[in-house]
T-cell receptor, first 111, second 116 residues
Framework: SQQGEEDPQALSIQEGENATMNCSYK?????LQWYRQNSGRGLVHLIL?????REKHSGRLRVTLDTSKKSSSLLITASRAADTASYFC???????????FGTGTRLTVIP | GAVVSQHPSWVICKSGTSVKIECRSL??????MFWYRQFPKQSLMLMAT?????????EQGVEKDKFLINHASLTLSTLTVTSAHPEDSSFYIC????????????FGSGTRLTVV
């Protein structure tokens, strides 16, 4: 399977705390992306990090990429109740243009 | 920004009938669109890559005669679930991108298919 894996599968934190999700993948990639999905809805693109980048920021989001370990992490700082959703990493393999998703992390932020 | 519209949002059909789902890129041309399937509380599984003007590329294990994909124009791809069965009940999502290498993908809002 080309699907990546994420951990934890579920994460529950208090509002204001930071949330960290990890993603591991299997193949050589062109880029790695993080998406958010609210229950039963479509996906929203959060951030893209290229294979030659190691860290990227966007607002309260911080993404790291370690291609030697084939892993990435997503950090959400100062979490809010509205951040409650499922978060997926997805990779675009080298030479391809289709996305393969990780297993996802269900984040619950308690007000 | 890039907008992808998917229709219908939900559909209920009887076993044995066929259902067509549409995916449109509203403000950009998409030579390639992607179809995913998602079971409850699970991740998205890529079903096929839809190529404008040519045959779709199906992932291993996806029946091409069961899930017919047509990408007749640069703004429309359709997925038809033929002879639907209850096990086909799922959430189907399409996506497209202006420039896949540099930008993220835009996803449709998904279609909840229930086969009874």
């Amino acid at each position: 399977s080309q699907q990546g894996e994420e951990d934890p599968q579920a994460l529950s934190i208090q509002e204001g705390e930071n949330a960290t999700m990890n993603c591991s993948y299997k193949t050589s990639i062109n880029n790695l992306q993080w998406y958010r999905q609210n229950s039963g809805r479509g996906l929203v693109h959060l951030i893209l990090i290229r294979s030659n980048e190691r860290e990227k920021h966007s607002g309260r989001l911080r993404v790291t990429l370690d291609t030697s370990k084939k892993s990435s992490s997503l950090l959400i700082t100062a979490s809010r109740a509205a951040d409650t959703a499922s978060y997926f990493c997805a990779t675009v393999q080298t030479g391809a243009n289709n996305l393969f998703f990780g297993t996802g992390t269900r984040l619950t932020v308690i007000p | 920004g890039a907008v992808v519209s998917q229709h219908p949002s939900w559909v209920i059909c009887k076993s044995g009938t066929s259902v067509k789902i549409e995916c449109r890129s509203l403000d950009f041309q998409a030579t390639t669109m992607f179809w995913y399937r998602q079971f409850p509380k699970q991740s998205l599984m890529l079903m096929a890559t839809s190529n404008e003007g040519s045959k779709a590329t199906y992932e291993q294990g996806v029946e091409k005669d069961k899930f017919l994909i047509n990408h007749a124009s640069l703004t429309l791809s359709t997925l038809t679930v033929t002879s639907a069965h209850p096990e086909d009940s799922s959430f189907y999502i399409c996506s497209a991108s202006l420039t896949p290498i540099n930008y993220g993908y835009t996803f449709g809002s998904g279609t909840r298919l229930t086969v009874v």
